[in-house]
């Protein structure tokens, strides 16, 4: 079983970066490809970015395509997001998930608890 906490979150005006990490624990979490997912109040959770377990592939959404950049760290044991230019329009709670390599929710089966990512404009 993977455990998956994420931390980075914040405030921050519009064009700026943060850097949202998320820590797995688990024998064999190294082996699964990882996604980040957001939540905005009143919609549904959307796919932001995708990275297979080597690392070597990634996928984004078209939203954050060119602003957002998947990594992960497997000696770390950690994943991370790096957001730049952001717009008011990325605010949403930011969850990491284990288990596909897929854009929908639903194929992964490990979640963190979520970090509040604010934009103000």
């Known amino acids: 079983q993977v455990q998956l906490v994420e931390s980075g979150g914040g405030l921050v005006q519009a064009g700026g970066s943060l850097r949202l990490s998320c820590a797995a624990s688990?024998?064999?979490?190294?082996?699964?490809?990882m996604g980040w997912f957001r939540q905005a109040p009143g919609k549904e959770r959307e796919f932001v970015a995708r990275?297979?377990?080597?690392?070597?592939?990634?996928y984004y959404a078209d939203a954050v395509k060119g602003r957002f950049t998947i990594s992960r760290d497997n000696a770390k044991n950690t994943i991370y997001l790096q957001m730049n230019s952001l717009k008011p329009e990325d605010t949403a709670v930011y969850y990491c998930?284990?288990?596909?390599?897929?854009?929908?929710?639903?194929?992964?089966?490990?979640w963190g608890q979520g970090t509040q990512v604010t934009v103000s404009s």
């Open positions: 998930a284990a288990g596909s390599y897929t854009t929908r929710a639903a194929d992964y089966g490990a």
């Open positions: 688990g024998r064999t979490w190294s082996t699964y490809a």
């Open positions: 990275i297979s377990a080597s690392g070597s592939s990634t």
